[in-house]
């Protein structure tokens, strides 16, 4: 069964390094998201981008924060100056538009970052 | 705006016994839907079930079954015949039928399963 994949599965960062978080979509979807979780909190929306773009984004994906689809596969989040408080789990997620299709976001293991 | 509320922080039962999660929502939309998901110790987002916001009959997958109650926003989620790998954070979920709509999650119920 196709899944989400991301890289890495842990990612240790001083404060204020830039950090890219990688994913690589399931490949016929179109829709990707990232999500964040603190630990011990809930799910966070931060992102979603459709047609090389984003489509809508949480107050939390500041000006820190840009989202990527390089080369038609991999989705990238970067974070260009970590605070200690972007220490948490990263997911991303994608789903179909087939009219077939379930709208299942399907979810990737997630990044565990933790920044220093 | 859209909320997920899920009153239960943690909550326990004995193996093999039935124990239901609850979860209210609120939103002004009529056609959406619904999660619980799963997240074990390693963190991954387990999808357990969904429900149709347009579909009555209540959502059923194994030992896993919802009560969708639409005019009251209610859905719970139970679980049948608990097994020690139910052991997990549940999060009950909400999202528009829209494509690119994004989930909202609930602050999650950690079950526990006693031997």
């Known amino acids: 069964e196709p899944e989400v994949t991301q890289t890495p599965s842990h990612q240790v960062t001083q404060m204020g390094q830039e950090v890219i978080l990688r994913c690589v979509p399931i490949?016929?979807?179109?829709?990707f998201y990232w999500y964040r979780q603190i630990l011990g909190q809930k799910v966070e929306f931060l992102v979603s981008?459709?047609?090389?773009?984003?489509?809508?984004k949480s107050e939390i994906f500041d000006d820190q924060f840009s989202v990527e689809r390089p080369d038609g596969s991999n989705f990238t989040l970067k974070i260009r100056s970590t605070k200690l408080e972007d220490s948490a789990m990263y997911f991303c997620?994608?789903?179909?538009?087939?009219?077939?299709?379930?709208?299942?976001?399907?979810f990737g293991p997630g990044t565990r970052l933790t920044v220093l | 705006a859209q909320t997920v509320t899920q009153s239960q922080p943690e909550m326990s039962v004995q193996e093999a016994e039935t124990v239901t999660l609850s979860c209210t929502y609120d939103?002004?939309?009529?056609?959406?839907?619904l999660f619980w998901y799963k997240q074990p110790p390693s963190r991954q987002m387990i999808l357990v079930i969904r429900q149709e916001a347009y579909k009555q009959q209540n959502a059923t997958e194994n030992r896993f079954s919802v009560n969708f109650q639409k005019a009251a926003k209610s859905f719970s989620l139970k679980i049948s015949d608990s097994q020690l790998g139910d052991a997990a954070m549940y999060f009950c979920?909400?999202?528009?039928?829209?494509?690119?709509?994004?989930?909202?999650f609930g602050k999650g119920t950690r079950l526990h399963i006693l031997p």
């Open positions: 939103t002004s939309e009529s056609d959406y839907y």
């Open positions: 981008f459709y047609n090389n773009e984003i489509s809508e």
């Open positions: 997620a994608s789903t179909s538009v087939s009219r077939s299709s379930t709208d299942t976001q399907y």
């Open positions: 979920a909400y999202r528009l039928r829209n494509r690119d709509d994004k989930i909202i």
């Open positions: 490949s016929n979807h179109l829709y």
